[in-house]
């Protein structure tokens, strides 16, 4: 079993849906919490980081950690056609990240 | 800010030869990573240097792996007797030293063939 579970989709909404994105972990050490943006063929894009539970928000972004129950999640407010990514969770107990595969979204115009 | 810089973008080799990437962190940032992304997954952590001292290895790094990173600044990954199974896009990332040192950019990686 993988340390971080994240349902690779692919996940299609429509222009200005609210897209939901979430990841599981099974390791209790972790306490640093990231969302990704990649494009194909392009590098990681880091869009939230996160240290402690609750909600986190910037702009159209929201994260949410809940250790308790070790889950994260990332909610996309008024998706755009732009916002067609994979995003990929990521956390850390100390500075090595482990990631999940990634969920892939395409918001239709 | 320039960002994290990486070169080659593609590399095409044959099995059985030797390549070589580099890495430029952004500039005030002393610590590096190297990972690996295979297609359909999330990246995996491969190595980490703090200024020039090279502090853990994954056991995904064989033998035929090794990086360096002289002067504390770029970083080199060279990847010997190459094989089907190193074709992979490696990606390197750099964080700041103190504050949110674990936010760790990104550059573009290098997309590695081997045929």
């Known amino acids: 079993q993988k340390e971080v579970e994240q349902d690779p989709g692919p996940l299609s909404v429509p222009e200005g849906a609210i897209v939901s994105l979430n990841c599981t972990y099974s390791?209790?050490?972790?306490?640093?919490f990231m969302w990704y943006r990649q494009y194909s063929r392009k590098g990681p894009e880091l869009l939230m980081y996160?240290?402690?539970?609750g909600n986190k928000e910037d702009g159209r972004f929201t994260a949410q950690v809940d250790k308790s129950s070790k889950y994260i999640s990332l909610f996309i407010r008024d998706s755009q056609p732009s916002d067609s990514a994979t995003y990929l969770c990521a956390m850390s107990a100390d500075y090595k990240l482990s990631f999940g595969a990634g969920t892939t979204v395409t918001v239709r115009a | 800010d320039t960002g994290v810089s990486q070169n080659p973008r593609h590399k095409i080799t044959k099995r059985g030869q030797n390549v070589t990437f580099r890495c430029d962190p952004i500039s005030e940032h002393n610590r590096l990573y190297w990972y690996r992304q295979t297609l359909g997954q999330g990246p995996e952590f491969l190595t980490y240097?703090?200024?020039?001292?090279?502090?853990?290895k994954s056991r995904l790094l064989s033998d035929r792996f090794s990086a360096e990173r002289p002067k504390g600044s770029f970083s080199t990954l060279e990847i010997q007797r190459t094989e089907q199974g190193d074709s992979a896009m490696y990606l390197c990332?750099?964080?700041?030293?103190?504050?949110?040192?674990?936010?760790?950019?990104f550059g573009p990686g290098t997309r590695l063939t081997v045929l």
């Open positions: 390791n209790s050490a972790f306490q640093y």
């Open positions: 990332a750099s964080s700041r030293r103190g504050g949110a040192k674990l936010e760790q950019f």
């Open positions: 240097f703090q200024n020039e001292a090279q502090l853990e």
């Open positions: 996160t240290y402690s539970s």
